[in-house]
């Protein structure tokens, strides 16, 4: 059987908003009558899809499945306050890390084809005309547009295996190192890929460093990639939910957890300027490296963001998580002054009021002074916030805005800022959408410090009586 597959986009991790593709070709079945090339897409152990071609006019096909397989995956949506809750949304002090539910799949390919025995017949199909294909996909894209789609694509950066490997973030780099700029309130998780099957087999645990502005180490510890720490050791033929892990790894997750106490940015000197967090292989980060160093600025506070909600109803500050390009996730502050609007449709109309269409014999007519005119017959509120970072350095910050701006999920931590104060204080993470149709990016080479301002709309309406 002279069936073969000439062509893919290769095996191991594939980004899912990249060309997915197999070229496959019959020498000797193709120019039977009703043949069709077939192609069978597996998702996660469930067929989601049989695919049929006719031959193209090299008597091949090409089978591009990048949308099928794009609806398939999608990253979490609890795993804000890991330390805090865990990725179920329970709490949980002693779980820092989060497993996944649907952020990362395998997919199998298996191939065939249908033909007739003439053309008054029902054709047939058959497979296992090639060996069956296999890969893993996550929800993004991990292939530059400037690569050939022949070419390999750059899954291999996220590998945690020596002191380059990144998390699936859009931070950049400077000198090597992974910059955030952070509050000491601010929830936010990163994402990395876990274990043999995705070639991320050394993270077994994760390094916590303060450090003070002359990059003195004031406290050093460690969280364990374990099942007890909600992780999964690294190793092969992991199930899937742990192939992609995230790690609660920003000064809230840190402070509420309870694995490792001196770890608390609370226990550890006001001195610190700024923490790095490094995964390695050993309980000895030296020489045991299995990432690139991310390093979380302390921000100090100002007047706009340092704001008691014991008698303000807004806050001063946004924390805003997203769903990120690579498969991952990101995370950001606006601090800068930022400004709420609301916006109410109304719907109306007009009424007589009294009592015109009762009154008469002995009932006299009367109107009232609160009946008739024009009456609301239901309010629509929607809740805008138009947020600002603090002025920095614009490359630090041009990524996560271009990847925060492009995102389909967005997430908003903050109070209830639409209902009454009195319906209580309480913070948690909102689903928003980024309402900007356009964002102009700052260079450093004209901007030395930037701010960008960027408008969230709440996903949530306000509650309006009827």
């Not at 750059?154 to 910059?179: K, M």
């Not at 800068?336 to 006299?364: C, H, L, P, W």
């Not at 009454?420 to 993470?429: N, R, T």
């Amino acid at each position: 059987m002279a069936y073969t597959v000439d062509q893919s986009s290769g095996t191991g991790l594939q980004g899912a908003y990249d060309e997915i593709f197999y070229v496959v070709r019959d020498t000797v079945n193709y120019n039977a009558p009703k043949f069709r090339y077939l192609l069978k897409v597996t998702i996660g152990g469930t067929v989601v899809g049989t695919f049929k071609q006719l031959p193209n006019n090299n008597d091949s096909a090409v089978f591009l499945i990048e949308q099928i397989v794009a609806s398939y995956v999608r990253q979490d949506e609890n795993i804000w306050q890991l330390g805090l809750l865990n990725s179920s949304g329970a709490s949980s002090t002693s779980t820092i890390f989060g497993s996944n539910t649907e952020a990362i799949k395998e997919v199998a390919v298996d191939f065939g084809y249908e033909k007739a025995a003439d053309a008054d017949s029902a054709p047939t199909e058959t497979w296992g005309a090639a060996t069956q294909a296999t890969f893993i996909v996550v929800n993004g894209s991990l292939r530059a547009q400037t690569f050939s789609t022949t070419a390999s694509n750059s899954s291999d950066n996220f590998a945690l295996t020596d002191n380059g490997g990144q998390f699936l973030s859009c931070i950049p780099p400077r000198d090597t190192v992974y910059n955030q700029y952070v509050v000491e309130g601010q929830f936010g998780a990163l994402a990395f890929l876990n274990g043999d099957d995705v070639g991320s087999d050394d993270c077994n645990y994760f390094h916590v460093t303060y450090k003070n502005a002359a990059g003195a180490t004031l406290t050093t510890g460690y969280f364990t990639n374990d099942t007890a720490q909600g992780g999964k050791a690294p190793a092969a033929s992991l199930p899937i939910k742990s192939s992609l892990l995230y790690f609660g790894c920003f000064p809230a997750n840190l402070e509420n957890q309870a694995i490792s106490t001196p770890l608390k940015p609370s226990n550890v000197s006001s001195a610190w300027a700024y923490y790095d967090v490094q995964a390695a292989s050993s309980t000895t980060l030296s020489g045991n490296e299995a990432s690139a160093v991310y390093r979380f600025h302390k921000m100090c506070n100002t007047r706009y963001n340092d704001v008691s909600l014991s008698y303000n109803k807004f806050p001063g500050e946004y924390y805003l998580c997203w769903w990120n390009s690579l498969g991952g996730v990101d995370n950001l502050v606006f601090d800068g002054a930022s400004k709420v609007m609301q916006q109410v449709k109304r719907e109306t109309y007009y009424s007589i009021g009294g009592n015109a269409f009762n009154a008469g014999n002995t009932t006299d007519y009367n109107r009232r002074s609160t009946e008739g005119g024009t009456t609301s017959s239901g309010n629509q509120t929607t809740t805008s916030i138009t947020l600002n970072t603090r002025e920095q350095n614009p490359e630090d910050l041009n990524d996560l805005i271009q990847s925060l701006a492009s995102s389909p999920r967005v997430y908003i931590y903050n109070a209830d800022i639409q209902q009454p104060f009195v319906l209580g204080k309480g913070k948690a993470f909102l689903r928003c959408v980024v309402t900007d149709m356009s964002v102009s990016y700052n260079t450093a080479i004209n901007d030395k410090v930037a701010n960008y301002t960027i408008t969230v709309q709440l996903s949530r309406r306000r509650p309006n009586n009827l």
